[in-house]
């Protein structure tokens, strides 16, 4: 058990401008914090950025109190943005800290007292994101309000500086060189991700439903619910998004092609008004081709056509058939859910209908 205290102090940020008339202004903000350290970039608009980070040997709690955050101050001295950064529990360290980059990025440092630090946790990591950016695979700003400004009168008075003498003493040192080992992974990506696959067959007209383990799953093709049915052959995937040890849920659903089915009335009435006009094959597959023959109680054919919609008007030899029972052979060749050809054949007796 560890004994001792954290300091908390009041941290004021001046700014000053001067007017046509060399009158003085300034902003004073004024916010209770732990010692930060100070960074400042000005915006295109001309919006000053403050970036502020804790100073070494203080450290952000996971919390977020105390973590790096970036202060917008527009050209009349107004807040127009407080935001503080919040990074994934996987890369908790012990110090994080901001540093402004060129090129109009910022740079998110964690390190670790290497001298406490333990097997499973890392030493730190670097992340970089442009100044407006909201949020990364790692990290995200959470807009936040403590901040005020006051317009206050300051008057400085003048300094006199005095400079005391000293004499320098030179000490000898002996570093050794010691080993140290270390290792470097871009990005986020510190490890390999942890992939589960469940795997499905389903019968025809069968569904899927699944259901994500917790929470913190998410769906990559941005499906907001964490259940769902899946029916279409495809493999399925959810992220836990933890940025060091991150795991994939897979879920790949393969289908059994549904059997073609055709099927051919035993009865048409081709009397012209509009039902059942035409005597024709049925399938639950795409029809490629088919075959028809037609032919009387005593063997003769009385009509035949091939084609991809093939249709028996009930004419024989363009004339209007006798009512009756007919015998109808048909060949066919349909296409099934996997892109394959199956044929077959089909004869039946048809009764056709006449008022």
């Known amino acids: 058990m560890k004994s001792g205290f954290q300091h908390t102090m009041t941290l004021f940020l001046l700014f000053y401008s001067l007017s046509g008339f060399s009158q003085q202004y300034f902003k004073l903000l004024e916010k209770s914090v732990k010692p930060y350290e100070q960074k400042i970039a000005r915006f295109s608009n001309g919006d000053l950025l403050i970036c502020g980070s804790p100073v070494r040997g203080e450290t952000a709690n996971r919390n977020g ?9 527009s050209q009349n001295g107004q807040i127009s943005r407080q935001r503080r950064l919040l990074i994934a529990q996987s890369l908790q360290t012990d110090g994080i ?3 402004l980059a060129s090129k109009g990025r910022v740079s998110i ?7 406490e630090a333990s097997a499973d946790r890392y030493a730190g990591f670097v992340l970089q994101a442009a100044i407006d950016s909201n949020q990364g ?23 006199t500086v005095t400079f005391f003498p000293f004499n320098p003493r ?3 040192a002996k570093i050794d060189n010691a080993p140290w080992k270390f290792a470097f992974a871009q990005s986020c990506d510190l490890t390999q991700n942890r992939i589960v696959r469940v795997d499905s067959t389903l019968s025809c007209g069968l569904d899927w ?6 929470a913190e799953f998410i769906w990559e093709d941005g499906t907001p619910s964490s259940s769902r049915t899946l029916s279409k052959p495809g493999i399925y995937r959810a992220s836990d998004y933890n940025c060091i040890a991150p795991t994939i849920l897979e879920y790949e659903v393969k289908r059994e092609p549904c059997a073609c089915l055709v099927y051919l009335p035993n009865a048409f009435s081709p009397n012209e008004d509009g039902h059942n006009d035409h005597l024709s094959l049925f399938s639950n597959c795409p029809l ?24 028996w008007d009930g004419r024989a030899r363009q004339n209007p058939a006798d009512p009756g029972v007919y015998m109808v052979a048909i060949r066919y060749q349909v296409l099934d859910e996997s892109g394959n050809i199956q044929e077959g054949t089909l004869t039946q007796k048809v009764q056709l209908l006449r008022n």
């Open 170 to 172: 030179y000490l000898e």
């Open 97 to 99: 800290y901001q540093s």
């Open 109 to 115: 440092i964690g390190s670790q007292d290497l001298r």
């Open 137 to 159: 695979t790692c990290f995200r700003w959470e807009d936040f309000s403590s901040t005020s400004a006051h317009t206050s009168p300051i008057a400085v008075a003048s300094q």
């Open 65 to 73: 109190e105390n973590y790096p955050s970036q202060l917008t101050l």
């Open 209 to 214: 439903s699944v259901e994500l383990p917790n």
């Open 288 to 311: 490629q081709n088919v075959e028809m023959s037609v032919y009387s109680r005593w063997g003769d054919r009385l009509f035949s056509a091939i084609g991809a919609d093939v249709q």
